[in-house]
C-alpha cells in the first residue's frame, strides 16, 4: 500500500498521479516496500514518535472533514455548527502536531495551521451567536418572571418570600448586565434591559429596608445592619434620583444603628469603631439627600404616587422618609437653613400637585409644623 507524499491519499498500483492533489507517483512513499515493520521517526524538540503511515491517515481524515464541512448546512444550529467546528480545529492541530515530528512532512504544517485557525475561528463565530440566543432566552425568561411577580402584587404579604424573589430575580440580572455588554451592539432594546433590570435594583432595595426594620423593631442592630450596607452598596451604584434617595435612607439607617450598638456598648462593628461609622453614614445619607432640593423631582413622585402601583408608592415612602431624616441630620449638624430650606422644598412640592386627598394636607402640615419650630 502506497499513499501520496503531498496529502497522504491512498493510491492504487496503477495510478501515476493523486487523483486528489495531482502529484506524480514516483513522489509517492511505498511504504510496504521500503520496510516491514512501522518506521517511527521521532522529533526530539516535542518527544514524540511518528508512524509516517499513521500520521497521513490522520492529516487525510482531518482535511477531509475540514473540506467537507466547508460545503455543509450552514443553516444548522449554531450550537451543533459550533461543537463540529471544534472538533475539526482539534484534529487539525493534532495533523499539524504530527507533522513537525518528520522532517518530509514538516512542510506540511503551514496549510494545516491555515486550516486549524480557520476552523477555530468559525467555532468561535459560532460560539458568539450561541451564546447570543442563550443571552435573549433567559433575558425573555427573566422578563416572564418578573411580569408574572408584579402582577402578583395585589397579593403580596409575605415580606421575606417577595425579599427572596426579588433577590433572585436581581442575581440572574446582574449575570445578563456583565453579559449585555458583549451583545449590546446587536438588536437588543437596551432602554427597555435598562428599565427592567433598574425596576428589578429598586423592589429589591425596598425590600432589603424593610427587613432591616423588621430586624430593628426586634433590636437585632448588627442584622439590620447587614441588610442595609447590602441596599446601599446596590442602590449607589445606580445614578437615578430614585436610588440617590434609597442609598441616603440606607446610610442614615445605618448611622441609627451604630448609635444603638454603642449605647449598648459595643465599640465595633466588622473591626470599625461605631462612632467612625455613625459620622461616615451620616455624611454620606446628606451627600445621596441631594435630589430633596429639586422641587420637579420631588411633585414628579408626589404626582405618580397616585398612579397606585407599589413601585410609586414606595418612591414617594422612602421619599418622606428622607425629608425627615434630613431634617434629623440638619439638627444634629446644627445647619438649620437647610433644614428650613428642604421643608420648604417639599411643601412647595406637595403644593404643586393637585389633589384633594387628606393625606397630602397632612403631610403639608406636618412640614409647616417641622419648619416653624426649629
Known amino acids: 500500500m502506497a499513499y501520496c507524499s503531498k496529502c497522504g491519499r491512498k493510491l492504487k498500483k496503477r495510478d501515476q498521479f493523486c487523483k486528489k492533489c495531482g502529484t506524480p507517483v514516483n513522489a509517492v512513499i511505498p511504504v510496504q516496500e521500503v520496510r516491514q515493520e512501522p518506521v517511527f521517526v521521532r522529533n526530539d524538540s516535542i518527544g514524540i514518535k511518528v508512524d509516517l503511515e499513521e500520521y497521513y491517515k490522520v492529516k487525510s481524515e482531518a482535511v477531509s472533514l475540514y473540506q467537507k464541512q466547508m460545503v455543509s448546512n450552514p443553516f444548522a444550529p449554531a450550537g451543533i455548527l459550533r461543537d463540529k467546528w ?59 418572571d418578573y411580569r408574572a411577580l408584579i402582577d402578583e402584587e395585589c397579593s403580596w404579604d409575605d415580606e421575606s418570600e417577595l425579599l427572596q424573589r426579588f ?24 432602554r427597555l434591559f435598562r428599565d427592567i433590570q433598574s425596576n428589578i435594583a429598586f423592589y429589591y432595595c425596598v425590600q432589603l429596608l424593610f427587613e ?62 461605631v462612632v467612625e461609622i455613625r459620622r461616615e453614614c451620616i455624611n454620606k445619607a446628606e451627600s445621596y439627600m441631594s435630589p430633596l432640593e429639586n422641587v420637579d423631582y420631588c411633585s414628579s413622585v408626589i404626582a405618580r404616587h397616585y398612579e397606585g402601583s407599589y413601585l410609586n408608592t414606595w418612591e414617594w415612602l422612602f421619599l418622606d422618609y428622607a425629608v425627615n431624616s434630613m431634617v434629623k441630620i440638619c439638627e444634629f449638624k446644627h445647619n438649620y437653613r437647610k433644614r428650613k430650606k428642604i421643608l420648604n422644598i417639599a411643601i412647595d412640592a406637595l403644593n404643586r400637585v393637585e389633589s384633594e386627598e387628606e393625606w ?12 416653624d419650630t426649629a
Not at 433577590?167 to 449585555?180: F, K, P
Not at 397630602?360 to 419648619?371: G, W
Open 167 to 190: 433577590e433572585s430575580l436581581h442575581q440572574r440580572m446582574n449575570i445578563l448586565a456583565d453579559r449585555y455588554k458583549k451583545y449590546s451592539q446587536l438588536d437588543i432594546d437596551w
Open 86 to 144: 471544534n472538533e475539526i480545529s482539534n484534529q487539525l492541530n493534532n495533523a499539524y502536531t504530527l507533522s513537525q515530528a518528520n522532517p518530509e512532512t514538516i512542510a506540511d504544517g503551514p496549510e494545516l495551521m491555515q486550516f486549524a485557525e480557520d476552523a477555530r475561528k468559525r467555532s468561535d463565530s459560532y460560539e458568539f451567536e450561541t451564546g447570543y440566543e442563550d443571552f435573549k432566552s433567559e433575558f425573555l425568561s427573566l422578563c416572564k
Open 360 to 371: 397630602r394636607f397632612y403631610i403639608i402640615n406636618r412640614y409647616t409644623v417641622l419648619r
Open 212 to 273: 432591616a426594620e423588621n430586624e430593628r423593631r426586634a433590636n437585632r442592630y448588627y442584622a439590620a445592619n447587614q441588610y442595609e450596607v447590602k441596599c446601599s452598596g446596590i442602590a449607589s451604584a445606580f445614578s437615578d434620583d430614585r436610588f440617590m434617595i434609597l442609598a441616603a435612607n440606607a446610610f442614615y439607617r445605618q448611622s441609627l444603628n451604630a448609635k444603638k450598638l454603642e449605647d449598648q456598648g459595643i465599640p465595633m462593628i466588622d473591626s470599625r469603631s
